[in-house]
């Protein structure tokens, strides 16, 4: 179950992701990469400007076991928060 | 018979192959972004090339090629796009996904053989092996892919 909007803006990313104006599935290896920078139990925020990304980012922590909490839409752009949970 | 005893016995691997007899541009960048894909989802990727394949990572042609495999009249204009979208070319995609997860390169020997090429005259190459090879590689693989 992901969180509310109103959940999802209060949370304090440990690390935030800029992949705007980056294609898919830039954005999707941009949040692999970022992961490890992460503490585990932190969250990561991905930026994306690609429609693929706000669904391919929870398939992505579901298959390597993370946490997906949930979609922000922006005007132009969605903001993706993942929890590293190992 | 049962011909699918891997799927059975639940021992296939997190891994795609993809067999690569193609050396348009076009297909490579779909090769390139399945390859980043699968690095991302944490997969293993081993890539095959065959003739035309093995030509297009030929150091001396990696970077000039321009050749497409359809519709070949909106090469100029596909072009344009990618460039406004900022995707880089495919070697840089493939070169990235290289750098950050498993991904192994293979030339086809005989192909080697036809360019008269070695391992050092490839870009990205791991190693050259045959086909056999390749097949039991393929064998355990969850995701198998021709282009």
């Known amino acids: 179950m992901s969180m509310s909007e109103e959940e999802l803006r209060k949370l304090k990313p440990d690390k935030v992701v800029d992949a705007r104006g980056t294609s898919c599935p830039g954005p999707l290896l941009a949040a692999k990469r970022a992961i490890s920078e992460v503490p585990v139990g932190g969250i990561l925020e991905v930026l994306s400007s690609d429609p693929g990304t706000k669904r391919d980012l929870p398939i992505w922590a579901k298959k390597v076991g993370h946490e997906f909490l949930g979609v922000i839409e922006e005007p132009g752009y969605w903001r993706i928060f993942v929890r590293r949970k190992k | 018979?049962?011909?699918?005893?891997?799927?059975?016995?639940?021992?296939?691997?997190?891994?795609?192959?993809?067999?690569?007899?193609?050396?348009?541009?076009?297909?490579?960048?779909?090769?390139?972004?399945?390859?980043?894909?699968?690095?991302?989802?944490?997969?293993?990727?081993?890539?095959?090339?065959?003739?035309?394949?093995?030509?297009?990572?030929?150091?001396?042609?990696?970077?000039?090629?321009?050749?497409?495999?359809?519709?070949?009249?909106?090469?100029?204009?596909?072009?344009?796009?990618?460039?406004?979208?900022?995707?880089?070319?495919?070697?840089?995609?493939?070169?990235?996904?290289?750098?950050?997860?498993?991904?192994?390169?293979?030339?086809?020997?005989?192909?080697?053989?036809?360019?008269?090429?070695?391992?050092?005259?490839?870009?990205?190459?791991?190693?050259?092996i045959g086909a056999g090879e390749w097949i039991e590689k393929m064998s355990d693989a969850k995701i198998n892919l021709f282009i």
């Open chain 2, 1 to 128: 018979m049962n011909f699918n005893k891997n799927i059975g016995e639940g021992n296939l691997a997190e891994k795609m192959c993809i067999t690569v007899m193609s050396g348009s541009i076009d297909r490579l960048i779909g090769m390139a972004v399945l390859t980043s894909a699968a690095v991302s989802m944490d997969m293993e990727v081993e890539i095959f090339l065959q003739l035309w394949g093995v030509y297009a990572f030929k150091k001396d042609v990696i970077k000039q090629n321009m050749n497409l495999s359809e519709f070949n009249e909106l090469g100029e204009k596909v072009a344009s796009r990618l460039k406004e979208l900022k995707i880089p070319p495919w070697y840089e995609m493939l070169r990235e996904a290289k750098e950050t997860g498993r991904v192994k390169i293979y030339a086809c020997s005989a192909a080697a053989s036809i360019w008269n090429v070695k391992k050092e005259d490839l870009e990205f190459v791991d190693e050259i």
